[in-house]
């Protein structure tokens, strides 16, 4: 046998203290939530994409009454910005919530979009930055991996 010990790093801010790109995303994730559609939970995500050509994709979760045939915010930008600007890597991806008109303390991405994620960052080659943005701070990771260590990554 024998034992291994992930460490997991990331780098937490103060709302006040995110440069001018990641505030920008961060406010346009809170932003995006409430263009999200969730009649049935309540609860607003939105997510923020900052592209390799300088374009800002955003998104929302999208609720259906057939459960689970709606769309997490995150697999919805993801999905719009390979549509739009196909073999354009994501540097960011930036997520936020809100319940009942609060900006909530943070939130994190389903399995299914880290799985997504995953074969985002396969498909560009490169790493995603991901800000997971809460009411007072944002906690900034440095790839995927740091969300999902023991990912399906190759075929």
């Not at 046998?1 to 994730?29: F, G, P």
């Not at 880290?114 to 991901?130: F, K, W």
């Amino acid at each position: 046998m024998r034992k291994e010990q992930r460490v997991i790093e990331s780098e937490i801010y103060a709302v006040e203290e995110l440069d001018s790109t990641y505030r920008r995303l961060y406010e346009a994730a809170f932003e995006a939530a409430g263009r999200a559609y969730e009649p049935y939970s309540g609860f607003q995500v939105g997510a923020a994409l900052l592209l390799a050509n300088g374009e800002i994709v955003t998104g929302s979760n999208q609720e259906n009454i057939a459960y689970p045939s709606g769309l997490c915010a995150e697999r919805t930008a993801l999905f719009y910005a390979g549509a739009r600007y196909p073999g354009v890597a994501v540097q960011v991806l930036a997520v936020a919530a809100v319940k009942d008109g609060v900006r909530q303390p943070g939130v994190s991405p389903c399995g299914a979009c880290r799985q997504v994620m995953v074969e985002t960052e396969m498909r560009s080659g490169a790493p995603i930055r991901i800000l997971l943005c809460g009411r007072e701070s944002a906690t900034l990771f440095y790839g995927i991996s740091s969300l999902l260590p023991y990912c399906f990554d190759s075929f």
